[in-house]
């Protein structure tokens, strides 16, 4: 299957720093990547559609000047959380597609604390 | 937009018995349906999934269940083993704007018991 890697895992920053998430998909280009917001014991919910080349389209209720995010290539999308604050602590995870309406592959996950 | 609902948010079967997840969703757009499987701590990991112009779909102690037409979907699990424990999302994918949208649903923690 097709792998796609999110790189940190877990990182801790002090609040009004910025962390930078990656997402790689290693084996196949993706024309379009997804990022999630993962609460404790709750759903995946959508941030962003990601894709190649143009600008992000942001869910409602996201901001965008907060949560930065760069399709530069096939193969990398990155979220910045700009200004981090407490209540941005929380799971993200990031997907991509090989193409349209097909499987969705699952990055590991980072863990973002914000202290 | 599309809205996904799923139930049972909790369920527990006895080891050996079947169970039952169902979802809806909103949008008649939708026409890709994965469900998912994540473990504590994991990223999730599909198990099936079935497009809109099939009714059925199953691998082997899994299947799948779509009707377009009452916009609702349904994953049974049969004969259940501890290792299904895992929380089970649904989700509706289809394009809106131009751009793929994905939308999940709340989850379901199923948990067997040996």
């Known amino acids: 299957g097709a792998v796609v890697s999110q790189h940190p895992s877990r990182v801790i920053c002090k609040s009004g720093t910025s962390v930078k998430i990656e997402c790689r998909s290693l084996d196949f280009q993706a024309t379009t990547m997804f990022w999630y917001r993962q609460f404790p014991k709750k759903s995946l919910m959508l941030m962003a559609t990601?894709?190649?080349?143009?600008?992000?389209?942001?869910e409602q209720g996201v901001e965008k000047d907060k949560f930065l995010i760069n399709h530069a290539s096939l193969t990398l999308s990155t979220l910045t959380v700009t200004s981090a604050h407490p209540e941005d602590s929380s799971f993200y995870i990031c997907s991509a597609n090989r193409q349209a309406d097909t499987e969705a592959f699952f990055g590991q996950g980072t863990r973002l604390t914000v202290v | 937009g599309e809205n996904v609902e799923q139930h049972p948010s909790t369920l527990s079967v006895q080891e050996g018995d079947s169970a039952v997840i169902k979802c809806t969703y909103s949008?008649?757009?939708?026409?890709?349906f994965p469900w998912y499987k994540q473990e504590l701590g994991k990223r999730p990991q599909l198990i099936i999934d079935i497009r809109s112009n099939v009714g059925e779909k199953k691998d082997q102690r899994i299947a799948v269940t779509l009707n377009k037409t009452a916009k609702h979907f349904s994953l049974h699990i049969t004969e259940t083993q501890p290792e299904d424990s895992a929380v089970y999302f649904c989700?509706?994918?289809?394009?809106?704007?131009?751009?793929?949208?994905?939308?999940f649903g709340t989850g379901t923690k199923l948990q067997v018991i040996p």
């Open positions: 990601s894709n190649e080349g143009s600008k992000a389209t942001y």
């Open positions: 949008d008649s757009a939708s026409n890709y």
């Open positions: 989700a509706a994918m289809g394009s809106s704007g131009g751009y793929q949208k994905v939308t």
